[in-house]
């Protein structure tokens, strides 16, 4: 465990932004988010050994639903603010938040992004990925593949005591390189103890700028890109989901990740 209040004194010193002690998790929180982290990689998982064409997202929320109790776990979004349901599933220009339903079938050449968070004991793992529905267009192929390009380069490149505003740099930049735009209203968090804690996580940034980041800090990244403009709007039927503005196609990544004296460590994918 690092020392917490030399290392403040010595960056405020520098007139940097450090965290707040209770950033700084313990011994014991880690090894619960760790294992909290463990589970939510298994729901995502399932979700994974079984979506496909035909299915409705009501369906994926059972799956998560009944995954996660069979772990031992709670599904964090189910009544969280009032979401009704157990997981977001996401399709096409929806870049967040979507809400299942029996409504909503699955089908060839759909991009779906499922946001999983799970309660363990008390602690919280929060990941998503992108399912790729059987044929889909090169745009959605590339738009799935920078993302996480994008998320796995903040992984390998980012390293204690460098700044939060390092990984919006990473991502902005390998995203507008590949013409894409990167949504800047929702962003990363802390989590562990809690399901959403500061710091926020932007991604967009500038090198060398905003907190730094110490051992010991539990937070996801979780990029929203657009192939179009980076403009969105939320669903005025349910205040929940949030669109493209310009109907564009969107993707997301989240990871949790424990920051160690050697970088960033995945506790969940
Ligand atoms: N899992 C989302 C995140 O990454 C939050 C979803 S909030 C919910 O932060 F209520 F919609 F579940
Ligand atoms: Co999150
Ligand atoms: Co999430």
Known sequence: MINYDEMAAKYKKLGAKVPTRDMIKTPEQIEGIREAGRINTLVLDEVAKHIRA???????????????????????????????????????DAVCHGIPSYHDVLKNGDIINVDCTTIYKGYYGDASRMFMIGEVSEEAKKLVRVTKEALD?????????????DIGYIIDKHCRANHFSVVEEIGGHGVGVGFHEDPFVKHIGKKGTGMVLFPGMTFTIEPMVNAGRRHVFIDASNDWTIYTQDGSLSAQWEYTLLMTEEGLEILSK
Not at 69 to 91: D, H, M, Q, R
Not at 156 to 162: C, G, L, N, R, S
């Open 54 to 92: 035909g299915m409705t997202t009501e369906e994926i929320n059972a799956i998560v639903h009944n995954k996660t109790i069979a772990l031992g776990g709670i599904p964090a979004p189910l009544n969280f603010e009032g979401f009704p349901k157990s997981v977001c599933t996401s399709v096409n």
């Open 153 to 165: 380069m903040c992984v390998e490149q980012i390293k204690p005591y460098m700044r939060l505003g």
